[in-house]
């Protein structure tokens, strides 16, 4: 039932370009510039009236919603946020008729982010959920959603349903974008993009054995960073979330530019940093802070853009992703980074499909 693979985590990371091409099959219109999310089930009316975007989650779909967060903002001029779900259900939340709450959830069963979506629909916003599991409670009690088809996902660290999760996201800034100023050139080009995602993921998932090779150096170390900026944070977040979860490793994900407000008291020699430093915008301060780290003699693995010379010189060890637009590429930096943490924890010998102290889906709060 692995199909092959030592783990459900590793079968899994390897079905992500098949899973990410169902959740945009049938799904990009490339005459209009747009994508097709039926079930959002609005019409461009409706659309035009969103006036604020919510994103709700808990851990790795929470990630997912900071990434939609940058999506919405950039790509359709949305005021966006995200809520832990927890949270947005205890603090009275403000919600209004033309906010759109997006309850983001691979199983559809947490009970946070159930009890969010009970609580944005009892205050009459507008109530979408972006679920994996067909039926689940949140897909039902959402009377519109879309679903990832990212098929079962077993592990219990999450993979697929991340990519898949950014993927529809970037699909949903896509369709209010062009609602708005995007032109249909522009929409286009991205979707152009979105369409190449399954691709980008088939080239960084082949660099596995390269990956399992320089994960074998970092498997000894006790505590890791991860730093990133504009998308690529909410990536830093979840590489460190990933490696935490399944190898053990104390791991912090930090947006690169707080690194010296406080943890970089924390490098050492040989501390572990990893650098989301794709060329997107913002690169060259990531390389600034990558220098910072160096001089206090901590070991850098850079994700990077293939072929970025500039960017691996200053690197110990590099993963080089295809390069795309800069929203677009989060998906293969985060394959990178499941790869790394699997080849981790593989190395440390931990039971990794099934982590200490942790579920699948957390149905208690
Ligand atoms: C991490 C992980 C968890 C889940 C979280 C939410 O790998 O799997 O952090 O992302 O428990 O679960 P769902 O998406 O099912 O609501």
Same mark, same amino acid.
Do not use: W
């Given at each position: ?197 399954? %691709?980008? +993921?088939?080239?960084?998932? &082949?660099?596995?054995?390269?990956? !399992?090779? $320089?994960? @074998?150096?970092? /498997? ?95 690197? %110990?060890? +590099?993963?080089?992703?295809? &390069?795309?637009?800069?929203?677009? !590429?989060? $998906?293969? @930096?985060?394959? /990178? ?29």
């Amino acid at each position: 039932e692995k199909g092959g693979y030592a783990h459900f985590m590793l079968k899994e990371i390897h079905e992500q370009p098949d899973a990410l091409a169902n959740a945009i099959r049938g799904r990009l219109d490339f005459n209009l510039g747009t994508s097709v999310l039926s079930g959002m089930g609005t019409s461009p009316r409706e659309l035009a009236e969103i006036s604020r975007i919510v994103l709700v989650g808990c851990g790795t779909s929470l990630h997912a919603g900071l990434v939609g967060e940058y999506a919405f903002e950039d790509l359709a001029n949305i005021p966006a946020e995200v809520q832990q779900a927890a949270e947005f259900r205890y603090r009275n939340p403000i919600v209004s008729r033309n906010d759109l709450v997006v309850a983001i959830s691979q199983s559809g069963e947490t009970a946070d982010t159930l009890a969010a979506v009970r609580e944005a629909i009892q205050k009459g916003a507008f109530v979408m959920s972006l679920c994996n599991v067909v039926g689940s409670t949140i897909a039902r009690e959402t009377s519109r959603g879309v679903y990832l088809h990212a098929g079962p996902e077993i592990s219990v660290a999450s993979t697929k349903a991340f990519t898949c999760q950014v993927a529809i996201l970037l699909m949903m800034a896509l369709k209010l974008g062009r609602g708005r100023r995007f032109s249909r050139e522009e929409g286009m080009q991205l979707a152009k993009a979105i369409e190449s995602i399954p %691709d980008l +993921v088939a080239r960084t998932v &082949r660099q596995s054995d390269h990956i !399992a090779e $320089i994960a @074998a150096r970092y /498997a000894k170390n006790e505590h890791a960073f991860f730093i990133g900026r504009g998308p690529m944070y909410p990536v830093a977040l979840e590489g460190a979330l990933k490696l935490k979860e399944i190898s053990y490793i104390h791991a912090e994900g930090y947006h690169a530019a707080e690194l010296k407000h406080g943890p970089i008291a924390l490098l050492e020699k040989d501390t572990p940093v990893v650098a989301l430093a794709c060329d997107i915008p913002g690169k060259d301060k990531t390389l600034g802070n990558v220098e910072e780290c160096r001089a206090r003699g901590a070991r850098i693995l850079g994700i990077i853009t293939e072929g970025d010379h500039e960017a691996a010189a200053v690197m %110990d060890d +590099v993963i080089e992703i295809p &390069r795309t637009h800069p929203l677009v !590429a989060t $998906i293969p @930096a985060a394959v /990178a980074l499941q790869l790394f943490a699997y080849h981790v924890a593989n190395a440390r010998g931990c039971e990794i499909d099934q982590p200490r102290n942790l579920a699948k889906s957390v149905t208690v709060e």
